[in-house]
């Protein structure tokens, strides 16, 4: 069984700054890509950031420039250092991880549950 629990969303003015944390817990040999993703009221979840193993990240166009993706091997974590936001990045925000639980070279994808950013004056 493989676990990923997000937090760090809230409501935060435009401008504003949150950071999203993402832990990933469980059977784990060894965590391949991560990412974030984010779904608006009526719209499709759409990727907003990635990162793999090496720790290269990838973003979206919509967010370059104010969001950052990293991780933290280590703990298993991923986070989303998220700045200026705007009233547009209004979503629920989703971690997934690509987990290998054991040696053999199969990974499964993974979801957490989700955390609501709201961006409003």
Do not use: F, H
């Given at each position: 069984?493989?676990?990923?629990?997000?937090?760090?969303?809230?409501?935060?003015?435009?401008?504003?700054?949150?950071?999203?944390?993402?832990a990933v817990s469980g059977t784990i040999f060894s965590i391949n890509?991560?990412?974030?993703?984010?779904?608006?009221?009526?719209?499709?979840?759409?990727?907003?950031?990635?990162?793999?193993?090496?720790?290269?990240?990838?973003?979206?166009?919509s967010v370059k420039g104010r969001f950052t993706i990293s991780r933290e091997n280590a703990k298993n974590?991923?986070?989303?250092?998220?700045?200026?936001?705007?009233?547009?990045?209004?979503?629920?925000?989703?971690?997934?991880?690509?987990?290998?639980?054991?040696?053999?070279?199969?990974?499964?994808?993974?979801?957490?549950?989700?955390?609501?950013?709201?961006?409003?004056?």
């Open positions: 069984q493989v676990q990923l629990v997000e937090s760090g969303g809230g409501l935060v003015q435009p401008g504003g700054s949150l950071r999203l944390s993402c890509g991560m990412g974030w993703y984010r779904q608006a009221p009526g719209k499709q979840r759409e990727l907003v950031a990635g990162i793999n193993s090496g720790g290269w990240p990838n973003y979206a166009d974590t991923v986070y989303l250092q998220m700045n200026s936001l705007k009233p547009e990045d209004t979503a629920v925000y989703y971690c997934k991880a690509m987990v290998r639980p054991t040696a053999i070279l199969v990974e499964y994808e993974y979801w957490g549950q989700g955390t609501q950013v709201t961006v409003s004056s």
